[in-house]
Structures are given as C-alpha cells and as structure tokens.
C-alpha cells in the first residue's frame, strides 16, 4: 500500500492507453507513405490537415475529455521556487475546469500563443503598480525566435538561387538551377547547416510555453488560442498565400498551364505543431514529480544525437524522401522535431531556463561552441560526397544529429547570457516574426521575380528560372564556374526580402482583426 507505487502504476495505466495509439496512428500513416508513395504523401498531409483541423475548430466547452486520458500538468512544476500550496504526488489524472481563468498573454512571436514571460510571485502582497513589476521578461526566448524567423527568410532566398539541390519543389521560383559551382556548394551548405536546427529549436521554443498554457487555460481555452493563432493562419497560408506563390512562380517561369495548388507550403510547421499540442494534452500525466531534475550532461546529449536524431532519422530520410505530411524529410526533421518538443515541454518542468545555462552545463561554453565548429565542417566536409555511397549519407545524419542538440543548446546560451536584453527595435521585431514566418514566402518570391526582370531588362543572359512544372534539360551542362549575377542578386534579393517583409508585418499586426492573430 505504498502511495507513490500506486501512484506510478496508475499513472501508467492513465498514459499508456493514448501512447500507444498515436504510436498505432503514426505508424499506420509512416506504412500509408512508404506503401504508395507520392499518392500516400498526399492521404497523409490529408489527413493530417484534416485531423488537425477538426480537433482545433470544434468541442464542447464544460467538461470535454481528451483523446484517451484525461491529462493536466500538475501545479507544481509551475509552481516558483519555495511556493508549498502545490498538489501533493498522490493526485492522478486530474482534469482541468475548462473555464480555467483567462490571462492576457500578450503578443507573442512566432510560433506560439505564449509569450515568454515568468511570473513573478516573490511579494504576492505588494502592490504592484506597471506591467512591467508584474512580469519579469525572458526576452531573448523571442530574440530566438527573431533570429529564427530570419534564417527562415534567409533559408528561403538560399532555395531561390538554387541552394536546396535539384528538386523543383524545394521553392516556388529558382534561378540558377542545377549549378555546381562554389557560390552553390556555400548556398548548400548554408542550408544544409541551418536546416539542422532550426526548425526544430522552433518546435523546443513552442513546447516550452504549452504546459504552462494548458495547465492555466483547460483544454477549451487551450484550444480556442491555438485555433487563433495556429490553425487560421495555416489555413490561410493553405489556401491563399502558398497557391499565390505557385502561380506568380509559374508565371515567370513561362508554365503553360497555370493551376490553384493548396499546399500547405511554410504552414507544415503549424499543422505538425497542432498535432504535437493535441498529443501532449492526450498523454500528459497527471503526476509530476515535485523534485526537478539536473540538465543532462555532454553524454546524454550526444547519445540522443546520435540515436535520435541520427540513426532513427536514417530510415525516414531512405524510405520517404523529400516530406512526410508536406514535413521536409532531410537532416535536422521527424525525429529531432518530436524529440525537440519533448525537450521544450521537460525543460519547462523542470525549470532549466529559470537559471544560466552555461552554470547547469558540465562543460565550457566555449568547449560546446568548439564542438559545434567542428561539426559543421565535418558536415561540410562529407555534403559533396553525398553520392558516393550510402555510408557517407549515414555519416552526414549522424552528425547533424548531434549537431542539432549542440547548435540548439549554444544558441540559447549565447542569447540567454549576451541578448536577453528588450528594447524599441528588439519589440519591433518581436512583434513581426510570426507574420514574417507566414508572408516572407510573397515577398521572396516578389523579390526573385524582380530579380528576374532587371536581369531580363539588362539583357543577362543565363538567367532561366524554373518552377514546379517546368521542363529540365537533362543533358545541358552543369555549370561549374561562379556567376556574378547570381551572387549579387542573392545578396539584393536577401537585402530586399528582409527590408521589406519585416515593416510589412509590423504594419499587419496595427490591423484591427489581425493584431490579435499575428
């Protein structure tokens, strides 16, 4: 009759039930994809958007219980350091009042509904007389997310001037394709390195504001905020902004045949983020410990690059090239992206970012950026030689792998111990990034296409943009010498993108409907 046995096993039996059915729906879907090929990448993202859609846009208000258990975060892991009115271990499965109280959250950054705020409880009885006494800021988690977003931006300039190899649907509009000379090797491997982690150290950022979210919200207020802020705008990019992109690439590129695509395009982040909420308020156990756990040494942290990231990110990047429910399948995907959330949500729990991070490290920050340094060249090293053999592509995940964990984990140092500053420019572009995540794909494409047409103007020859659709001289020849035109327009393209996009959604977010989406 010992509590905390029970306590664990009946944790375990309210747990294991949706566990092992999003194991069961996941695995169903990874057969539907390896099966049938492109027609199950499409039955996949169908029901994906589908799924997704459904479990954010409809439920009932009072009472609705999850998908398989009924799951909460217990209050003491939100709890302050010395706060004792915490729910003792012996409490189970507990089901959040779904009119929680509301909270103003704020204005977040992409990707989440929560800004990165910590409460500060230290003198409950004092009055208190700004917002800014009420709250202390973690404000470089949104100048995280700003250096994020313009990688994104950047990521995406790089595609456009052929830097995410020689698929046609790595962009809406390419200019220089199929080149190998060395401003095209740099492109590659820029986003190659880029791609390692940070769409993943998105997914960590998102997760560490969910259970603090969901434990205060309930599921209802839960739901309607990642309808709001998620789901919407997904929608919208699904349905408007990515079919827009095709078809003004396809223009350009001289398609015949011009047609409305709904793709999901940059919104695969959002659907995948909506079903990595849903499953964690479906598997979230009611019992929490009340002791906090260190920060995993350099060891660990290899260890699950290795396996983790690596060697189960392997088999996906052999059996469903190019995308997984429109998911890009390449270095730093699938697995980092599920192992990324689950970080962001223990880190949470267990208050990591409470404190420096270079303190709880059992290495130097300098000796972890020397890590990352050597990772990357050995990844730049092994990228030309992808095509020998299967044993180099092998080496290259592994190696991204752990280049994914370290890279995460530098940034957030770096920023956390020399950027955790807010000041009038850093809000500005704050307060943009989750707009610029979802319109900078306009832009781009805009920008590319102007590109084009001075190019076109000045009678420079070479230029040949292709799209999805277009019709690829197999036997031109490779060009292998560096074109200036290319270089200065990808810097134009980048200056112009940034300069323009970043305003742009400054101003949407001073929209009446929009400030409270964006």
């Keep these: 009759n010992n509590p905390k046995v029970d306590a664990s096993i009946s944790t375990m039996k309210c747990v294991s039930r949706p566990i092992v059915l999003w194991i069961v729906v996941l695995a169903i879907c990874l057969a539907i994809r390896i099966s049938l090929g492109g027609l199950g990448e499409s039955i996949c993202a169908i029901l994906l958007i589908a799924a997704t859609s459904i479990r954010f846009l409809f439920g009932r208000k009072a009472n609705e219980t999850n998908f398989g258990a009924k799951a909460a975060l217990s209050a003491a892991t939100l709890a302050p350091d010395g706060v004792d009115d915490a729910p003792k271990a012996g409490i189970l499965c507990l089901q959040f009042n779904a009119k929680a109280k509301k909270r103003n959250d704020g204005w977040s ?16 009885t004092k009055k208190r007389t700004s917002a800014a006494a009420a709250v202390t800021r973690s404000a470089y988690l949104d100048n995280v997310k700003v250096f994020l977003t313009g990688l994104v931006v950047t990521h995406h300039v790089n595609c456009a001037f052929g830097g995410c190899g020689t698929n046609l649907d790595s962009w809406y509009l390419i200019v220089g394709f199929g080149r190998n000379d060395p401003f095209a090797r740099f492109l590659q491997t820029f986003s190659m390195l880029d791609q390692s982690f940070f769409m993943p150290l998105f997914f960590f950022i998102s997760a560490y504001f969910v259970p603090s979210s969901y434990a205060k919200k309930g599921w209802y207020e839960f739901r309607q905020g990642r309808k709001k802020r998620i789901l919407l705008p997904a929608l919208f990019t699904l349905l408007f902004t990515t079919p827009a992109c095709i078809a003004w690439g396809g223009y350009v590129a001289g ?5 409305y695509v709904p793709v999901p395009g940059v919104a695969w982040f959002l659907f995948w983020l909506l079903l990595f909420n849903w499953m964690y308020v479906t598997i979230t156990p009611g019992v929490e410990e009340l002791e906090r756990n260190k920060l995993p040494g350099t060891i660990p942290r290899l260890l699950c690059g290795i396996l983790i990231c690596g060697f189960a990110l392997f088999p996906f990047i052999l059996m469903t090239p190019r995308s997984l429910a429109f998911m890009p399948v390449s270095v730093g995907s699938v697995t980092c992206d ?4 689950y970080l962001g ?4 729990k267990n208050g990591w970012l409470e404190s420096d991070l270079s303190n709880q490290m059992d290495i130097h920050p300098v000796l972890l950026l020397f890590f990352v340094i050597t990772e990357s060249a050995g990844m730049a090293f092994l990228l030309p030689m992808m095509e ?3 044993y180099v592509v092998l080496g290259l995940v592994l190696l991204s ?4 964990l370290d890279m995460s984990l530098l940034v957030l140092v770096t920023f956390q111990k020399y950027l955790n500053v807010e000041t009038s420019m850093t809000k500005f572009f704050a307060r943009a990034a989750y707009g610029v ?9 805009g920008m590319t296409a102007l590109y084009i047409s001075i190019c076109n103007q000045l009678g420079l020859a070479g230029i040949d943009p292709v799209t999805h659709g277009s019709e690829i001289d197999e036997g031109a020849p490779v060009r292998t010498e560096s074109d200036a035109k290319y270089i200065v327009g990808w810097v134009l393209v980048n200056l112009a993108s940034h ?18 989406i964006l």
């Design 499 to 516: 300069n323009l996009v970043w305003p742009l959604a400054y101003g949407l977010t001073r929209l009446p409907v929009l400030k409270s």
């Design 345 to 348: 949500v223990q880190v949470k």
């Design 109 to 124: 950054t992409i990707p989440d509904v929560e800004r990165s705020v910590v409460e500060d409880n230290s003198a409950p």
């Design 255 to 259: 398609v015949e045949e011009l047609a």
């Design 388 to 390: 020998e053999n299967i």
């Design 437 to 445: 995540y979802l319109f900078h794909p306009l832009v781009v494409t």
């Design 401 to 404: 792998g752990v280049f994914c």
């Design 338 to 341: 599920f192992l990324m959330f």
